[in-house]
């Protein structure tokens, strides 16, 4: 047998079922704020991601799944959105003179080590806000996440961690200093810390490695070396998070692992979840669409992980069943009868827009589709047979409550299950 490709799952039915009830409540709260749905290529040129998310970054550097197209260029499975999306609105137009508020959702791809949570394709739910250049937009993206976990149920179990980077001249010396701090300690420090002096010094700050950390104590701070603007920036989020209720830790090293971030950065993480408690993240990143090829534009946004967003909720609410395959089942008691079943269901579902309607196929006998009705969660079941193909009626049986099944003309039934279902 062949088996899936190592970190990439499948969502079965069951899964799904809350999956489309999550995304549904999380688009219907992002269509709320104003924010369009806009749909992005999974592969890109490679050069897009090198150079958007950075070339020494975990995600370029290791984890990018890459492959030559036909024609030799190098193009890769997207490993996240914003570069996509600044690209697209690029391309598109839609960034000149004018602002935008848009969000996606998709599979991404990582080459990671897959462990509970962290997968080689993941899927992101993610939002950007163009031409905005005052804290005010950081602070609605931020209090949108907050909306999120409140529809979601889940808001108890999401903290909210901020900092602010400054700009990227105050972040380059901000580097200087660091790297001049860390090199006299480069033997006590980890592997891939050493590794970072070079590449990427101020990721070095988001180690867990004991003897990195001990090192980093003393270390210079990046809120030192923000400049009057992004400090006032971050003041004014800070005082608009307040003022909305919304709870923060300022984090001082919260970093980030993708090289476009300027002033805030923030991340959603709950302690429900083991190693991969990051269930959302995202920023400013001011540099970017200037960097792939646009007028200098600020930018922020940020991404969620359904899957891990998802598993949280389950942790939180249990796998209570949001709503199964059908809400009614037409059982068909004698093949003859196929065909006028299957046109009462079409007009059903004209007539009753959204309930929910499976008409059974395969034949068999009354009992066994019955059982399919109850397993498929529907709470009515129809009753399609020689008496009521004589007659023109459908008898109704209810599959969750103590009622007494009755037969009525087919005409009437749109208005029962209106009314039943409403
Ligand atoms: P990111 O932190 O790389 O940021 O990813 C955002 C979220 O995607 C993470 O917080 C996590 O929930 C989820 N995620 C990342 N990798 C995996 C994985 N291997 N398996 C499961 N879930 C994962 C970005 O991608 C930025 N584009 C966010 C952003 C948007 N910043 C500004 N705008």
């Not at 890459?66 to 190098?74: E, I, K, P, Q, V």
């Not at 900092?163 to 901000?174: D, P």
């Not at 009626?393 to 087919?410: A, F």
């Amino acid at each position: 047998m062949i088996r899936s490709v190592r970190g990439m799952r499948d969502v079965l039915p069951e899964e799904s079922r809350h999956w489309r009830h999550a995304e549904d409540a999380m688009r219907a709260v992002l269509l709320g704020h104003g924010y369009e749905e806009i749909h992005l290529p999974l592969l890109e040129f490679t050069d897009l991601f090198s150079r958007g998310v950075g070339e020494a970054t975990d995600i370029v550097e290791k984890e990018m799944y890459t492959l030559a197209d036909r024609d030799g260029a190098s193009i890769a499975l997207r490993p996240e959105g914003t570069a996509s999306c600044v690209r697209a609105l690029l391309q598109n137009g839609l960034l000149y003179n004018q602002t935008q508020r848009v969000f996606y959702g998709g599979p991404m791809f990582r080459y990671e080590r897959p462990q509970k949570g962290r997968y080689r394709q993941f899927y992101q739910l993610g939002a950007e806000a163009f031409g905005f250049a005052g804290p005010d937009v950081d602070a609605e993206l931020i209090s949108m996440g907050w909306q999120l976990w409140r529809a979601l149920a889940i808001e108890q179990h999401a903290r909210l961690e901020i900092n602010s980077l400054g700009s990227s001249a105050s972040r380059a010396a901000y580097r200087l200093a660091l790297v001049t701090y860390l090199e006299p300690y480069a033997r006590d420090l980890d592997e891939d810390s050493r590794r970072r002096l070079d590449t990427n010094p101020l990721r070095i700050l988001d180690s867990k490695h004991e003897q990195t950390r001990k090192v980093l104590e003393r270390a210079p701070r990046l809120v030192e070396f923000a400049d009057d603007e992004s400090k006032a920036h971050f003041e004014v989020l800070c005082a608009l998070l307040d003022e909305r209720g919304v709870e923060y830790r300022i984090n001082p090293n919260l970093v980030r692992g993708l090289d476009y971030y300027t002033h805030t950065v923030f991340e959603w993480i709950t302690d429900d979840l083991g190693a991969q408690g990051t269930i959302c993240a995202g920023g400013r990143y001011d540099g970017l669409v200037e960097l792939l090829g646009g007028r200098p534009t600020p930018a922020a946004g940020f991404a969620l992980g359904v899957e891990r967003v998802l598993l949280l909720r389950e942790g939180v609410l249990g796998t209570e069943d949001f709503s199964a395959g059908a809400d009614v089942y037409c059982c068909v008691l004698g093949r003859q009868h196929q065909a006028l079943a299957m046109r009462l269901t079409g007009r059903l579902r004209e007539d009753c827009p959204g309930v929910r309607i499976r008409t059974h196929a395969g034949g068999g006998k009354a009992g066994n589709q019955l059982r399919r009705a109850d397993a498929c969660g529907a709470r009515v079941a129809l009753l399609v047979g020689e008496d009521e193909a004589a007659s023109d009626t459908v008898t109704v049986k209810y599959l969750r409550e103590d009622k007494p099944q009755t037969t009525l003309p087919s005409g009437d039934l749109g208005r029962l299950l209106e009314a039943y279902f409403s």
